[in-house]
């Protein structure tokens, strides 16, 4: 199986050592399951953009899969009763566009109770 799945900053994982598990994974799943279609070759290009944020779009995506990190944890809180402030903090400050940092602070708000 060629999957990485989430690590989380508690799991005290580098973040030079997630992108090579990362990038093995991708490597892996593009020429050993997909066989290096053209597809599987597109999704790989894509993967790469979004991983070295070389266009808006991936800029973008980045942010939304960050927002997605603390709406995930805000979830948590509320139905395990936890406080999660690690992920808040990994993941809200880093918001760039200018939407997707409005609905972080939205959260935030909301998640303070203001």
């Avoid at 598990?21 to 953009?49: P, Q, T």
């Avoid at 808006?56 to 999660?84: N, S, T």
Wanted: charged share 40%; glycine share 4%; with cysteine.
């Amino acid at each position: 199986l060629y999957t990485v799945g989430d690590i989380t900053p508690s799991e005290g994982i580098s973040k030079e050592e997630k992108r090579r598990l990362e990038s093995e994974a991708m490597h892996n799943f593009v020429h050993d399951m997909l066989h290096g279609s053209e597809a599987a070759l597109k999704i790989e290009a894509l993967w790469r953009e979004y991983e070295e944020q070389q266009t808006k779009e991936a800029r973008f995506v980045k942010d939304l899969d960050r927002l997605e990190v603390a709406l995930q944890a805000r979830e948590y809180e509320k139905e395990h009763c936890k406080y999660l402030q690690d992920f808040f903090d990994s993941s809200l400050p880093l918001l760039r566009h200018d939407a997707v940092r409005e609905w972080g602070e939205a959260l935030d708000r909301e998640r303070r109770g203001a």
